[in-house]
């Protein structure tokens, strides 16, 4: 029997990128999906974010391993929108929620007017996330694994001054925060609660002319100054590289870590 059967996962930003890799996973892994994403523009950000195509694609995937998945549109920052999503999500895969990732995100760092937009979605969004799904979690009796996707970026001081930049790295570390308090308050109810700290991952969020761009600009700028790159020689992570990650900190395997901040960097943060 597979590690995860039997047990219900609900992953934000689930339809493309690091939050599909994290369904799919979970899904070889035995678990039933709730996946949401919001699939529509946000107006600050840059870059294209996922279409209900690729939501599209995620159930394909997650269907073809043989496990079920549950999928709507839903935007994080709307908690009404995340409690229904989930409700609905729980009512049709048998009233259980075991796990959470709290994935969804946006990266507007060229950005100057997207500070709010930043702290909305990346920190706003997965309070509302932790605070919705933990009421069922602990109702259903059953324990339970959440975990945060924040970054490096919100372990070490990285960025430029430009709202959309001060944003993230604000929101990635004011995760850690939610998620130590979190572990403090749920360990009676055999919650675990956990952050995962990836560097550069190769999804559409870095894979795009304007991150690029960006990371070029900023790499320019600290010419110099500390080395940008990874300790190992790898450019840029894989997206199943944090869902093996993921998998780990949902596992049995990792039943008494909580409060943890667990980098998956390639020696990136150990650099500075
Ligand atoms: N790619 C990287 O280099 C990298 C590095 C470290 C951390 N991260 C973090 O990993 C997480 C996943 O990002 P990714 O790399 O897969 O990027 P991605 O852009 O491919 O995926 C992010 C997903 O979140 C969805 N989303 C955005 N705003 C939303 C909202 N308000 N409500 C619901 N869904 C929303 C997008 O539509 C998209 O499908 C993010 O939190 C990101 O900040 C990414």
């Known amino acids: 029997m597979a590690e995860l059967t ?10 493309r990128g690091q939050g599909r890799a994290h369904a799919v996973k979970l899904a070889s892994e035995g678990a039933d999906i709730i996946a949401v994403d919001l699939c529509a523009q946000i107006d600050s950000v840059p870059y294209p974010l996922a279409t209900p195509d690729d939501l599209a694609a ?3 995937l997650v269907e073809e391993t043989g496990a079920r998945i549950v999928a709507s549109q839903a935007d994080v920052r709307d908690r009404d929108a995340v409690k229904t999503a989930l409700r609905e999500g729980t009512e049709k895969l048998g009233n259980r929620l075991d796990i959470v990732v709290a994935n969804a995100g946006i990266a507007p760092m060229a950005a100057a007017d997207a500070w709010q937009d930043v702290i909305d979605v990346n920190l706003t969004g997965v309070y509302n996330t932790v605070d919705v799904a933990m009421k069922p979690m602990i109702k259903f009796g059953n324990g339970g694994s959440i975990v945060f996707i924040s970054s490096v970026a919100g372990l070490v001081g990285i960025g430029a001054p430009v709202g959309g930049s001060v944003g ?3 929101a990635k570390h004011g995760m850690v925060g939610i998620m130590r308090l979190y572990a403090n308050f749920l360990a009676q109810y055999s919650i675990r609660v956990n952050s995962v700290h990836p560097a550069g991952v190769n999804t559409p969020m870095i894979d795009n002319d304007f991150t690029r761009s960006w990371l070029e600009g900023v790499a320019q700028d600290s010419q110099g100054g500390p080395d940008m790159g990874n300790a190992l020689p790898v450019q840029a992570l894989e997206p199943e590289d944090i869902a093996n990650a993921v998998f780990w900190l949902v596992s049995d395997a990792a039943r008494y870590v909580t409060g943890v901040t667990l980098p998956v960097d390639a020696g990136y943060v150990n650099k500075r």
């Open 6 to 15: 039997g047990k219900v996962a609900f992953i934000t930003g689930a339809a």
């Open 58 to 60: 995620t159930v394909e």
């Open 168 to 170: 993230y790295a604000a």
